[in-house]
């Protein structure tokens, strides 16, 4: 079973800088267009950023030019970048593909303080 684990998230203030990684195990990673999602409670998960397996990637509109979603298949890593992180940003963030037919992960919360 493909398993997804997340890390990296944490408590920062407005401004500041978070890298999220999420380790995808199976041999699937390398051929799958992978995303990251985030979810705030009361509210449904939302696509953040997504790369295709050569590399192309798209930014949902409240993050472009502030996230950078990238990928090392040799490492069945996905990673986000995020910068100039404003408090609404403030969320439990999970990778799946962009299909989101895996099980989910247990997320990593990323919290910024203004």
């Known amino acids: 079973q493909v398993q997804l684990v997340e890390s990296g998230g944490g408590s920062v203030q407005a401004g500041g800088s978070l890298r999220l990684s999420c380790v995808v195990s199976?041999?699937?990673?390398?051929?799958?267009?992978m995303g990251w999602y985030r979810q705030v409670p009361g509210k449904q998960r939302e696509s953040v950023a997504a790369?295709?397996?050569?590399?192309?990637?798209n930014y949902a509109d409240s993050v472009k030019g502030r996230f950078t979603i990238s990928r090392d298949n040799a490492k069945n890593t996905v990673y986000l970048q995020m910068n100039s992180l404003k408090p609404e940003d403030t969320a439990v963030y999970y990778c799946?593909?962009?299909?989101?037919?895996?099980?989910w992960g247990q997320g990593t919360q990323v919290t910024v303080s203004s």
């Open positions: 799946n593909r962009v299909t989101r037919d895996l099980s």
């Open positions: 199976g041999s699937i990673f390398s051929i799958s267009r």
């Open positions: 790369i295709t397996s050569g590399g192309s990637t």
